[in-house]
């Protein structure tokens, strides 16, 4: 894929990423998160209602049979204190009328059993003993009352009386009018649930439309206008002071957009640069191949003086003409597409260390590699790890090590990868920058793009590179260590062989 390609794709996304966030850049009062609030504080509040809703009603059945208890003792005291009332009288219909029963019965310890009824042939439908019930059984009888339509059926209620104790009350009782109170009060309670259902969902909408919603619909609104409109300097955002998620959100959004502004900034100048020298590169060759040209000349003066200052003049011009070619190469190339497949460990690296010692040729100089693998294949980039492996072997040569170990130990779930070297060390002042473009040279008339071309490579991999030793104390040497996780690569393993290597191996 190329870069022009790339960018292509990037412009894309750009717009794709605009369009996606025009298509609903407003608040939603009627279907955004407040409104599913409102909706779901509503169902709570019922829900909550509901499972005390057959409590209080077992409660209220109670309540009205011990009222009807109270009225049944009334009555029959009545009897005790008119004896000369017979039970088949007009008192008595009245007495009944009041109760608004069909018989009332009165036991007592040391008294004689009193009654009032009109038939004494009335058989119950269901029968409530309230000297045991609890309320698990008053409500299911309440909600068994509330679901029967029939308007002669009758109730047999057993219990003590509310104003003596000692004394059992029995009364028979038409269950329409008990039914009809027990409608009234539920459609009661259901409309004050619904009531408070309402409330507390509108109360907790508006409250989440001031706290969440819009701030929220702020921070998208930013997000916007930032991927609009990335180059523009931007206004903070109100909420920033507010010590919530909210808050946090907006200053992460805040700093977010002025860090990605200032890499902005710092590509666009670097893109500037590498236009212009791009610009410049071929008339700089052209005197470049002048200046050559008159070295060559003066090597051949016959003036010593002259002729001995002609290498180092050719040398700095190729140093300047080799470090114009490595900055337009760096701008215009950058880091190419990775390549990932199933790599064999053993000859990999021992071709890589091979390679490395025709190239350095017999200076005496000790180049080791030291094996561990418990698999014999790993997932990676072949041509690209063996340049990262390259530039800091080279480094390594270039600050005179005479002594250098290359470990490579491998998992199924990474690839370790260990360089040190015995040579000059890294100066403490030069780790800040170490893998940063232009920053981390520690060589005279170096770039610094070495090591953050092997960093950009290995983040490709979705590994890591860090300095483990700067090599400055004279019994440490210069360490490097690489890490590139299996599990996060998704090219397919080369199925293992047999036998597997293990141990520690020199080359």
Same mark, same amino acid.
């Given at each position: 894929m190329?870069? !022009? *390609? #790339? #960018?292509?794709?990037?412009?894309?996304? *750009?717009?794709?990423?605009?369009q996606r966030f025009k298509e609903h850049p407003q608040e939603r009062p009627l279907t955004g998160l407040s409104a599913r609030a409102l909706v779901l504080a509503v169902m709570f509040v019922l829900l909550a209602e509901a499972m005390l809703f057959l409590p209080s009603m077992g409660r209220w059945l109670e309540q009205e049979l011990y009222d009807r208890l109270s009225d049944g003792h009334l009555a029959i005291r009545t009897l005790e204190v008119v004896p000369e009332a017979m039970p088949t009288g007009a008192l008595t219909d009245e007495l009944l009328a009041h109760v608004d029963a069909d018989l009332v019965a009165f036991r007592s310890p040391g008294q004689p059993k009193l009654a009032l009824f009109r038939d004494p042939s009335l058989r119950a439908d269901r029968s409530i003993d309230l000297r045991s019930a609890?309320?698990?059984?008053?409500?299911?009888? +309440?909600?068994?009352?509330?679901? =029967? *339509?029939?308007? =002669?059926?009758?109730?047999?209620?057993?219990?003590?009386?509310?104003? !003596?104790?000692?004394?059992?009350?029995e009364l028979l009782l038409g269950q329409e009018r008990i039914c009809a109170n &027990?409608?009234?009060?539920?459609?009661?309670?259901?409309? &004050?649930?619904?009531?408070?259902?309402?409330?507390?969902? @509108?109360?907790?909408?508006?409250?989440l439309r001031w706290l969440i919603v819009r701030p929220v619909v702020r921070l998208t609104r930013a997000v916007q206008t930032f991927a609009e409109h990335p180059e523009r300097a931007h206004v903070p955002l109100a909420g920033r002071n507010r010590q =919530?998620?909210?808050?946090? +959100?907006? #200053?992460?959004? !805040?700093?977010?957009?002025?860090?990605?502004?200032?890499? &902005?900034?710092?590509?666009?100048?670097?893109a500037s640069l590498g236009t212009g020298v791009a610009k410049i590169s071929h008339d700089l060759r052209n005197l470049l191949t002048t200046s050559l040209l008159i070295t060559e000349r003066m090597? +051949?003066?016959e003036d010593e003086r002259l002729a001995k200052a002609a290498p180092r003049l050719a040398e700095s011009i190729e140093r300047a003409a080799s470090l114009t070619h490595t900055i337009v190469q760096h701008a215009r190339e950058g880091l190419p597409p990775l390549s990932v497949e199933p790599v064999v460990l053993k000859p990999f690296f021992g071709g890589v260390i091979d390679r490395?010692?025709?190239?350095?040729?017999?200076?005496?100089?000790?180049?080791? @590699?030291?094996? !561990?693998y418990q698999v014999t294949t790993a997932n990676l980039d072949p041509l690209q790890i063996e340049r990262v492996l390259n530039n800091l072997l080279d480094n390594a040569y270039e600050a005179g090590a005479g002594k250098v170990d290359l470990t490579a130990h491998a998992t199924e779930e990474a690839l370790v990868i260990v360089i040190s070297d015995n040579g000059a060390g890294i100066p403490d002042a030069a780790v800040a920058h170490l893998f940063d473009?232009?920053?981390?040279?520690t060589k005279r008339g170096g770039t610094g793009l070495g090591l953050h071309n092997a960093a950009e490579i290995i983040h490709a991999h979705r590994g890591t590179i860090e300095l483990m030793d700067t090599g400055?104390?004279?019994? #440490?040497?210069?360490?490097?260590?690489? =890490? &590139?996780?299996q599990t996060a690569l998704s090219a397919p393993l080369i199925p293992e062989g047999p036998s597997r290597s293990s141990g520690r191996s020199r080359v």
């Open positions: 190329t870069q !022009d *390609h #790339r #960018r292509t794709d990037s412009g894309s996304e *750009h717009v794709s990423l605009s609890n309320v698990i059984e008053l409500s299911a009888a +309440a909600w068994q009352l509330m679901l =029967d *339509h029939r308007t =002669d059926a009758i109730v047999r209620v057993v219990g003590n009386s509310p104003v !003596d104790p000692m004394a059992e009350i &027990l409608r009234s009060y539920a459609l009661r309670i259901a409309m &004050l649930s619904l009531f408070i259902g309402v409330v507390t969902g @509108l109360l907790l909408y508006l409250t =919530d998620e909210i808050g946090t +959100a907006s #200053r992460q959004l !805040d700093a977010m957009q002025t860090t990605v502004r200032a890499a &902005l900034a710092q590509n666009r100048r670097l090597q +051949a003066s490395v010692r025709q190239r350095w040729g017999p200076e005496g100089r000790t180049v080791s @590699l030291i094996e !561990d473009a232009f920053k981390g040279s400055q104390e004279s019994t #440490r040497p210069t360490t490097f260590r690489i =890490d &590139l996780p």
